[in-house]
């Protein structure tokens, strides 16, 4: 593989653009895990995809996903092979995006990272590598794949424990086109973290706006709160901001509820948040019981502030506790 490209973020940290062949990893630079994309359910190995390669090197897909690690899609699109006796790559994980006329299906690309955060406790992660994804026989935009998935791995990248993503690509052209989205982003890439310092992330559901244009108010003249309604444009590329404000800011207020742990979106916050806790610890994550909820077990073990069923006056001493604490 030819090193075509990188931006490094830290002397460690880096993404990467390779040329070369996915099935021909060499030991220098092996990977944890190999990230490719299917149809759902459908390992078919065609003769010009990667599923179609790795078939023809004696590795199959299909059988992986009979005998999964760690089945995700319920959750993320996204499942986890055993390990596998493969030169250089560890473990697969397939990325299956179903089309939803509702949502961006390209942000869809960060259930991936979503997905290896589960993971990270028990698998050790290192290095990932990964094709210009859902750009072969599924036929998303190149352009818009570029976008989202340079910015999402940058994120990630930043803070997880991962030291390098591998972009590989064989295509000339698609090459090209991620050579100049890296320099780029490289480019930007100091202006954004900058512009987009916050000292509170707001995390909640839109159902509960309510409740939050009560933190809104209490604590937006002291601090500078990021609140998706607020800060978002129209026409903004909405995945694009919320992970530049979470990666530049310096806590995060969860507020739970029923309808929060049932949104895509919320779920994508709070791994992001959970991955905050634990590094740093409950000073860097509040969270803000508002309404009854069958929390999951990652959610139920915070030491919240109790203000279930949406009670004002518990809302307000939330807020002044965090006025007296880090004003």
Request: aromatic share 12%; net charge neutral.
């Given at each position: 593989?030819?090193?075509?490209?990188?931006?490094?973020?830290?002397?460690?940290?880096?993404?990467?653009?390779?040329?070369?062949?996915?099935?021909?990893?060499?030991?220098?630079?092996?990977?944890?895990?190999?990230?490719?994309?299917?149809?759902?359910?459908?390992?078919?190995?065609?003769?010009?995809?990667?599923?179609?390669?790795?078939?023809?090197?004696?590795?199959?897909?299909?059988?992986?996903?009979?005998?999964?690690?760690?089945?995700?899609?319920?959750?993320?699109?996204?499942?986890?092979?055993?390990?596998?006796?493969?030169?250089?790559?560890?473990?697969?994980?397939?990325?299956?995006?179903?089309?939803?006329?509702f949502a961006n299906p390209y942000s869809q690309i960060a259930e991936i990272f979503q997905?290896?955060?589960?993971?990270?406790?028990?698998?050790?992660?290192?290095?990932?590598?990964l094709p210009l994804l859902m750009t072969g026989e599924q036929n998303y935009s190149v352009d818009k794949v570029i976008d989202e998935l340079v910015n999402t791995s940058?994120?990630?990248?930043?803070?997880?424990?991962?030291?390098?993503?591998?972009?590989?690509?064989?295509?000339?052209?698609?090459?090209?086109?991620?050579?100049?989205?890296?320099?780029?982003?490289?480019?930007?890439?100091?202006?954004?973290?900058?512009?987009?310092?916050?000292?509170?992330?707001?995390?909640?559901?839109?159902?509960?706006?309510?409740?939050?244009?009560?933190?809104?108010?209490?604590?937006?003249?002291?601090?500078?709160?990021?609140?998706?309604?607020?800060?978002?444009?129209?026409?903004?590329?909405?995945?694009?901001?919320?992970?530049?404000?979470?990666?530049?800011?310096?806590?995060?207020?969860?507020?739970?509820?029923?309808?929060?742990?049932?949104?895509?979106?919320?779920?994508?916050?709070?791994?992001?948040?959970?991955?905050?806790?634990?590094?740093?610890?409950?000073?860097?994550?509040?969270?803000?019981?508002?309404?009854?909820?069958?929390?999951?077990?990652?959610?139920?073990?915070?030491?919240?502030?109790?203000?279930?069923?949406?009670?004002?006056?518990?809302?307000?001493?939330?807020?002044?506790?965090?006025?007296?604490?880090?004003?």
């Amino acid at each position: 593989m030819q090193l075509i490209s990188e931006l490094k973020i830290s002397d460690n940290k880096s993404l990467q653009l390779f040329k070369g062949d996915l099935t021909q990893i060499p030991y220098d630079q092996k990977v944890d895990f190999l990230v490719l994309s299917a149809f759902p359910d459908n390992y078919l190995p065609t003769t010009t995809s990667l599923i179609g390669a790795l078939y023809r090197k004696g590795l199959s897909v299909e059988k992986l996903a009979q005998e999964k690690e760690l089945d995700l899609r319920a959750y993320s699109h996204c499942w986890i092979s055993k390990e596998i006796s493969y030169p250089n790559i560890k473990r697969i994980l397939c990325f299956e995006p179903k089309p939803d006329p509702f949502a961006n299906p390209y942000s869809q690309i960060a259930e991936i990272f979503q997905s290896l955060t589960l993971i990270s406790k028990s698998h050790s992660i290192k290095s990932i590598g990964l094709p210009l994804l859902m750009t072969g026989e599924q036929n998303y935009s190149v352009d818009k794949v570029i976008d989202e998935l340079v910015n999402t791995s940058l994120l990630w990248l930043e803070k997880q424990p991962f030291e390098t993503i591998k972009i590989v690509e064989l295509s000339d052209k698609k090459v090209m086109l991620l050579k100049k989205a890296i320099e780029k982003k490289a480019e930007l890439f100091k202006k954004d973290m900058n512009d987009n310092n916050y000292d509170f992330f707001v995390s909640y559901s839109r159902k509960n706006e309510k409740e939050i244009e009560i933190i809104r108010k209490e604590l937006g003249n002291k601090f500078k709160l990021f609140i998706d309604t607020q800060e978002i444009g129209i026409g903004t590329n909405w995945l694009d901001k919320i992970n530049k404000a979470m990666a530049g800011s310096k806590r995060f207020i969860v507020c739970l509820s029923d309808t929060y742990i049932q949104s895509k979106v919320c779920k994508y916050e709070y791994s992001f948040c959970n991955l905050k806790y634990i590094q740093e610890g409950d000073e860097a994550v509040l969270p803000l019981y508002l309404y009854s909820a069958d929390l999951p077990f990652e959610m139920s073990i915070l030491n919240f502030y109790n203000a279930r069923e949406g009670n004002t006056k518990k809302i307000n001493d939330f807020c002044r506790l965090i006025l007296q604490k880090y004003s």
